[in-house]
């Protein structure tokens, strides 16, 4: 682990044990570099990522100003498992439900959709839970050539483990869109809608780092649950 990381580490563990406190600054950047015996750019790579992931929020001429975490932070630049999210955000009481698992024919949609002729893939949905309350539904279509040998656990577990771990896949890159939908009564049943009549809808199409698409996935969350967050930089020569 390099210098920065750790850094960054022990400021999002700071964070949020609630050590420091939200709508707070964190020390300076000097404060800091004396604080953790490093460089500006050690320094500045940390905080990079801190708010790359939704921790602070970088204001010009004030400082890190630290975000509110009682929602939890969805990157919607690269490519996060649920698994990986949970355990970002040290969320402790998550559940993953497999509510449908089968091998089915592609159909005409799902063909288009993955870009493929004919062929079965693997249809998941997945009910997530956080702190007792399903907030999420997953829907993943997988191509079957592929990603061989799925089973039911893997689901229950992590998908993106089998394929990288066990099948020995590089997962590369997804394109992605985002959306708000009414709530349909079948999702209303799923989750624990309260008051909210629609979600937020996360439709993603992922690659191999061969550029080969092997998965389309429909996630649907909970308004009140997430802030989709990221990072965006200024390209000063595109606005000459």
């Known amino acids: 682990m390099t210098?920065?990381?750790?850094?960054?580490?022990?400021?999002?563990?700071?964070?949020?044990?609630?050590?420091?406190?939200?709508?707070?600054?964190?020390?300076?950047?000097?404060?800091?570099?004396?604080?953790?015996?490093?460089?500006?750019?050690?320094?500045?790579k940390a905080l990079n990522l801190l708010a790359s992931n939704g921790y602070i929020h970088k204001?010009?001429?004030?400082?890190?100003?630290?975000?509110?975490?009682?929602?939890?932070?969805?990157?919607?630049?690269?490519?996060?498992?649920?698994?990986?999210?949970?355990?970002?955000?040290l969320v402790n009481k998550s559940k993953t439900f497999v509510h449908e698992f089968n091998l089915i024919p592609a159909n005409e949609e799902i063909q288009?959709?993955?870009n493929v002729?004919?062929?079965?893939?693997?249809?998941?949905?997945?009910?997530?839970?956080?702190?007792?309350?399903?907030?999420?539904?997953?829907t993943d279509y997988?191509?079957?050539?592929?990603?061989?040998?799925?089973?039911?656990?893997?689901?229950?577990?992590s998908l993106y483990e089998y394929i990288e771990d066990e099948l020995?896949?590089?997962?590369?890159?997804?394109?992605?869109?985002?959306?708000?939908i009414p709530a349909t009564d079948e999702e209303k049943e799923l989750l624990d809608m309260k008051d909210y009549g629609l979600l937020v809808c996360v439709r993603s199409w992922t690659y191999l780092e061969d550029a080969t698409l092997f998965q389309y996935t429909v996630s649907k969350h909970r308004p009140d649950k997430?802030?989709?967050?990221d990072f965006a930089r200024c390209d000063k020569a595109q606005k000459m």
């Open 142 to 157: 997988l191509r079957s050539d592929i990603i061989k040998g799925l089973e039911i656990k893997h689901a229950q577990n």
């Open 112 to 114: 288009s959709l993955l």
């Open 59 to 89: 204001e010009k001429g004030k400082g890190s100003l630290v975000l509110d975490l009682t929602t939890i932070n969805f990157p919607v630049s690269g490519i996060t498992s649920y698994k990986e999210l949970v355990d970002l955000h």
């Open 3 to 44: 210098k920065y990381q750790e850094i960054y580490n022990i400021l999002r563990s700071k964070i949020v044990n609630k050590k420091i406190k939200a709508n707070t600054y964190l020390p300076s950047e000097m404060e800091l570099r004396k604080e953790f015996n490093a460089s500006r750019d050690t320094i500045r």
């Open 117 to 138: 002729t004919g062929g079965n893939v693997y249809k998941t949905v997945r009910v997530r839970t956080i702190d007792g309350e399903r907030i999420i539904i997953d």
């Open 168 to 180: 020995g896949l590089t997962i590369s890159f997804a394109r992605k869109e985002i959306t708000v």
């Open 226 to 229: 997430f802030r989709f967050v």
